[in-house]
């Protein structure tokens, strides 16, 4: 049986590749390949590679028993005899199980382990070898431990004696004469001391890494669960997002068939009346056909006495001259339901032209401004649909670039538009889609769409989001800011126009103005009538707020804060984020990250416009409130080194 050849095939296959015997405790790695657990920690010493494909593993791979092989070698020896190894491989086996059990020969024989090392004759002995340091009073001075590993390796060089110190300035082992001469001056411990702290340092480090495992672990499967739920509110809110464009389309389905049943009413009416018309002028055709062949009859008439004195009357219908109606298809129904279809895409698309995130708050300012879909109209022919131009940014002040604004300004009243001189308002626009919806005798083709009579309505919607600043600094004023009013971590400088924090509270008198908690200040003046503009510079967009406050805010307690009470307003940069405070709602903003920013008020419109200011003035946001009392120019600063500046306007 040992002599077939399957039998030697399936031996082959069993013998382990370096020690060239069946294996003995086989393990596999992960290149495949199956090897003796000693045989191939006795390669590994350096570097970890397979001793047979050459493949080279970063770090020490796991070394598992492969069971199903270890029974089939057990079963194979069990069934075949045993060949003898050589005399030279047997060895190495020898040394390598030696090595893994870590046994310490005796120097003198090299054979027997050692019972004892002698650390004055630096060797280990075995227990034969050992006799003479037992027996020879001349060895009984020598001092015998226990077996030592890496004797040699605790030899001092210098001074060929045993390190039994650790010195930790030096970071080294040290023997007695190290101690007495080099390290006379330092701190020492014994090895076993050393290790031992330097046992319980890894163990601690051992420790700090598991948990610092588990946490990591926790995270990843804290966000394994947060992308589960990103997931589900994603699909979620795609779906509400579909529900709601749905209804949309549903919505503008339903609009596209009332004006179309309108238009197809109307065609009916109109055909209607061409019919009946028709059929008349048929039966006319036909009563004066009839008196035709009657006075064809009578001129044929031979007898002349009959003849003269017969006398033949018209039909009714020929007295009447036929006419073609003028009819159209251009009622006020139709035509108001065309003209809002037209204005309705003009409006949807001034909506799309603007960034997704600017949307809300353009619907926001449309509404503040009046545009209130679900009312009425306040009378028959007016419209609540905004103007798809200036209805995004009716509060700001148009750019006078328009032919009307160049030849005659108009001063827009408190119910009507906000926008400044050279704007179109809201009377304008009302008046505008009158004459859209009033379709008189004018208009009499079918499709042309509406003329407003306004021709601001041209304009392209890119001039209505800047503004020159020269139209602003019209109305610029010299502002200074109140000593009285800044708390007392302020410093004012450069003629009270420059603002800044300091780290510690500076020593100012006591007065009721003077804000007693946050680092803020009021301007000496206020406005309480007309329109006045003026500009800061800032020295960081971050924790820094310009805004507008009463002379009646209150200078105590954290509500005194700008924008944290109903008697102040601001635009603030905190960290990385710009928004709107106002009885300490706030409304998130884009953030333009300006370096100098221009404010704009308007008493008899109640407003104040934030600016952008370059080259021309960018408006991003607008505050409306009523002007009940005297406002004031204010700033908060809440890190030392920022600094607010007035600028001086040319």
């Not at 601001?456 to 890119?462: C, G, N, T, V, W």
């Not at 300490?584 to 008493?603: A, F, H, M, W, Y």
């Not at 120019?633 to 920022?642: D, R, T, Y």
């Amino acid at each position: 049986m040992s002599g077939s050849p399957s039998l030697m095939n399936l031996k082959d296959d069993l013998t382990c590749s370096i020690c060239l015997c069946a294996f003995d405790y086989p393990v596999t790695i992960p290149c495949g390949h199956n090897f003796c657990q000693s045989c191939l920690l006795a390669t590994w010493k350096d570097s970890y590679c397979c001793p047979q494909c050459r493949t080279v593993f970063a770090t020490k791979p796991d070394l598992k028993k492969n069971t199903t092989l270890s029974n089939v070698v057990e079963s194979f020896k069990a069934r075949s005899p045993e060949s003898p190894e050589p005399p030279e491989l047997k060895t190495q086996v020898m040394a390598s199980e030696r090595e893994q059990k870590k046994v310490i020969l005796c120097d003198s024989c090299l054979e027997a382990p050692a019972s004892h090392t002698c650390l004055t004759c630096m060797a280990s002995y075995c227990e034969v070898h050992l006799r003479p340091h037992r027996e020879n009073p001349v060895f009984k001075v020598h001092q015998l431990s226990e077996p030592i590993q890496d004797l040699l390796e605790r030899i001092c060089k210098d001074h060929y004696k045993m390190m039994d110190f650790f010195c930790p300035q030096h970071c080294s082992p040290i023997c007695s004469v190290c101690l007495q001469q080099v390290h006379s001056m330092c701190n020492f411990t014994s090895l076993e001391q050393h290790k031992g702290a330097h046992e319980a340092g890894l163990q601690k480090k051992c420790q700090l890494l598991d948990e610092k495992i588990m946490k990591n672990h926790a995270v990843i499967d804290q966000m394994k669960d947060m992308q589960t739920t990103l997931k589900n509110s994603a699909m979620a809110q795609k779906h509400a997002l579909a529900t709601e464009y749905r209804h949309i389309q549903e919505m503008l389905a339903q609009e596209e068939h009332e004006a179309m049943k309108a238009l197809d009413q109307e065609m009916e009416t109109a055909q209607g009346r061409l019919q009946t018309l028709t059929k008349r002028f048929h039966e006319n055709i036909k009563s004066m056909g009839k008196a035709k062949e009657d006075i064809a009859d009578l001129l044929h008439q031979s007898q002349t006495i009959a003849f003269l004195q017969t006398n033949y009357d018209l039909p009714q219908a020929a007295s009447f001259d036929p006419y073609a109606p003028r009819l159209s298809l251009d009622s006020k129904k139709v035509m108001a339901a065309q003209g809002f279809a037209v204005h309705l895409k003009e409006f949807l698309s001034g909506i799309l032209r603007v960034p997704l995130g600017d949307r809300m708050l353009l619907l926001k300012k449309e509404t503040a401004s009046g545009f209130t879909p679900s009312k009425k109209p306040e009378r028959e022919g007016a419209t609540s649909l905004p103007s798809p131009l200036y209805g995004p940014f009716s509060q700001f002040p148009p750019s006078p670039q328009g032919t009307d604004a160049k030849k005659k300004p108009q001063k827009p009243t408190k119910k009507g538009s906000q926008s400044s001189s050279g704007g179109m308002g809201n009377k304008s626009l009302q008046r505008s889609m009158e004459n859209l919806l009033d379709f008189g005798g004018e208009r009499k083709g079918l499709g042309q769409p509406p003329r407003p009579e306004t021709t601001e309505l041209k304009e392209s919607p890119d001039m209505m989001v800047f503004v020159k600043r020269s139209d602003l600094l019209k109305y610029g004023t010299v502002l200074t800011f109140d000593p009285k009013t800044a708390n007392k971590r302020i410093i004012l400088s450069e003629d009270l126009t420059k603002a800044s924090v300091s780290e510690e509270p500076v020593h100012l008198p006591e007065c009721p103005e003077r804000f007693a908690v946050c680092s803020q200040v009021l301007t000496s003046k206020g406005f309480s009538r007309g329109r006045h503009y003026w500009e800061v510079r800032l020295s960081n967009n971050n924790f820094i707020g310009i805004g507008l406050a009463y002379g009646s805010i209150n200078r105590k307690g954290p509500s005194s804060r700008l924008g944290r009470n109903s008697q102040s307003w601001c635009v603030e940069w905190f960290n990385v984020k710009l928004s709107a405070w106002h009885n300490s709602i706030e409304t998130v903003l884009s953030n333009p990250n300006p370096k100098r920013v221009g404010v704009l008020v308007d008493c008899e419109e109640g407003t104040a416009t934030f600016y952008t200011v370059a080259d021309r003035a960018y408006p991003f946001h607008c505050f409306v409130f009523p002007f009940t009392e005297t406002v004031y120019p204010a700033i908060w600063i809440f890190s030392s080194g920022l600094s607010v500046s007035l600028c001086k306007l040319h």
